[in-house]
């Protein structure tokens, strides 16, 4: 006997549901206004639509978002494509991989906002005003690093060695086997860790910000409305970002589903 299944769009609506509840309740009970001021540290959700659509702050959101998604986009090529050549050099060079995975383990462990302090120091904030940020691109492409060596590495090793086997037989040397056997078996791997990564990406290039002194993107404006007390835009701005992290992240794994067709096809 087989139960039914929720689909998955109702599942995510009701577990929105769930969460604004949540946290319209959190608001009412568990954080009182300050007694004097105009200020609630959690304010409740009609609060922050009214923020985001009544006042009309929505209108300077790309304004506010363009500098930190650049630096995030530039961040993550940085990141993954130094991921990658090191899985790849792991690939050439099998008994690199204890170094290279300690490097990445190292990239993974460091105090992120220790880092993001000393790369102020070294490499600065924006040159330009609105211009992304230099620590925020290290950053970002920083956090990249650990997931996509660490995919990319055990995909390479998932190719199937029967298969290698067949292409070596025919003549096929190192190069035929990474093009014909063990690039389409790492695939799925890499992809998932790239998904991954876009969302960390686009976390460490807001840090980056938030530590550096720059006047654009979602880091300033962050301290600049915490300066004001401003609960409501603090909160929307922090929903944005999730927002944002969440639709990138599925179209992400739309991707996925495009380009490995065959793994879609296994798990239904």
């Not at 993974?108 to 211009?131: R, T």
């Not at 999730?242 to 599925?250: R, S």
């Amino acid at each position: 006997m087989t139960r039914a299944r929720i689909p998955a769009w109702l599942a995510t609506v009701i577990g929105a549901a769930a969460l604004i509840l949540a946290w319209w309740l959190f608001s009412l009970l568990a954080f009182q206004q300050r007694e004097g001021t105009a200020f609630t540290p959690v304010p409740s959700p009609w609060a922050v639509v009214d923020w985001l659509f009544v006042q009309g702050n929505i209108a300077g959101a790309w304004n506010v978002f363009q500098p930190t998604i650049t630096a995030a986009g530039l961040g993550y090529l940085w990141g993954n494509g130094i991921a990658l050549v090191l899985a790849t050099f792991v690939l050439v060079f099998p008994r690199a991989e204890t170094v290279i995975s300690q490097i990445a383990v190292v990239t993974y462990c460091l105090p992120i906002v220790a880092v993001g302090g000393i790369s102020i120091v070294v490499l600065g904030g924006a040159k330009n005003p609105g211009d992304p940020s230099a620590t925020a691109i290290f950053l970002s492409a920083l956090v990249c690093v650990f997931t996509t060596v660490v995919g990319a590495i055990l995909g390479f090793k998932s190719a199937d060695r029967a298969s290698l086997d067949v292409v070596r037989v025919f003549g096929g040397n190192a190069w035929t086997q990474l093009r014909k056997v063990r690039v389409v078996a790492a695939l799925p791997a890499i992809l998932n860790a790239l998904q991954i990564a876009v969302p960390t990406a686009f976390l460490g290039a807001v840090l980056g910000e938030y530590l550096g002194s720059i006047t654009a993107g979602v880091g300033p404006t962050l301290i600049r409305l915490q300066g004001q007390l401003d609960s409501a835009g603090v909160w929307s701005v922090f929903l944005l970002c999730a927002v944002f992290a969440l639709v990138a992240y599925g179209l992400f794994g739309l991707v996925i589903t495009l380009v490995t067709p065959w793994v879609a096809g296994k798990s239904t």
